[in-house]
């Protein structure tokens, strides 16, 4: 669990406890959510994997051809073709995550999934967040025309856990906020 502290403006540190947010980045009003696929390996070591696979079984194979069972080459390329593709589809999605910063003014949402990108921003105070179907599922936010899920990298059973800090984070933004026509 982390703790972040959130500033009030004009006041001193009102202490918050936040199970999914991040430290403050560049503010200290800000709150940061960043989730993230769970890869115990990285693209680069994935990479380094594949090519000592590729040498070794490249190896076995040409020693098997030298000694009289050219068949062996054939399977051993379909085979590291294979283990290829797969690994690149890992790799591709290995860095998959779903980033959400709540300053003051706007909730900036950017989810990466692949190639794909997608941001969307409200305004904190127009923003609902909802389950997408049911109390597992996906988070939905959604205002001013515009809508978004999250929560792909959150466990289903913590997913509710996530929607309550959101909307509590919501809320607790939207207080801080100046009335229109005062400062």
Same mark, same amino acid.
């Given at each position: 669990?982390?703790?972040?502290?959130?500033?009030?403006?004009?006041?001193?540190?009102?202490?918050?406890?936040?199970?999914?947010?991040?430290?403050?980045?560049?503010?200290?009003?800000?709150?940061? %959510?960043?989730?993230?696929?769970?890869?115990?390996?990285?693209?680069?070591?994935?990479?380094?994997?594949?090519?000592?696979?590729?040498?070794?079984?490249?190896?076995?194979?040409?020693?098997? %051809?030298?000694?009289?069972?050219?068949?062996?080459?054939?399977?051993?390329?379909? @085979?590291?073709?294979?283990?290829?593709?797969?690994?690149?589809?890992?790799?591709?999605?290995?860095?998959?995550? @779903?980033?959400?910063?709540?300053?003051?003014?706007?909730?900036?949402?950017?989810?990466?999934?692949? @190639?794909?990108?997608?941001?969307?921003?409200?305004?904190?105070?127009?923003?609902?967040?909802?389950?997408? %179907?049911?109390?597992?599922?996906?988070? @939905?936010?959604?205002?001013?025309?515009?809508?978004?899920?999250?929560?792909?990298?959150?466990?289903?059973?913590?997913?509710?856990?996530?929607?309550?800090?959101?909307?509590?984070?919501?809320?607790?933004?939207?207080?801080?906020?100046?009335?229109?026509?005062?400062?």
């Amino acid at each position: 669990m982390q703790v972040l502290s959130i500033h009030a403006p004009g006041s001193h540190a009102t202490a918050a406890a936040f199970r999914f947010a991040g430290p403050p980045h560049a503010n200290d009003d800000d709150v940061h %959510w960043l989730l993230k696929r769970n890869c115990s390996v990285s693209p680069r070591q994935l990479l380094g994997f594949y090519l000592s696979l590729l040498a070794v079984s490249l190896l076995v194979a040409g020693a098997m %051809w030298m000694r009289g069972a050219p068949l062996v080459m054939p399977f051993a390329g379909v @085979e590291l073709i294979a283990v290829g593709l797969a690994l690149l589809v890992y790799a591709r999605h290995a860095a998959d995550s @779903e980033e959400m910063v709540l300053r003051p003014g706007s909730l900036t949402v950017e989810c990466r999934l692949g @190639e794909s990108v997608d941001r969307v921003e409200f305004e904190p105070a127009r923003v609902r967040v909802e389950p997408k %179907w049911g109390d597992g599922s996906l988070i @939905e936010l959604s205002g001013q025309g515009r809508r978004i899920a999250v929560g792909r990298f959150v466990r289903p059973e913590l997913r509710r856990a996530l929607a309550d800090e959101l909307r509590a984070a919501l809320a607790r933004t939207v207080a801080m906020r100046p009335a229109p026509g005062r400062s």
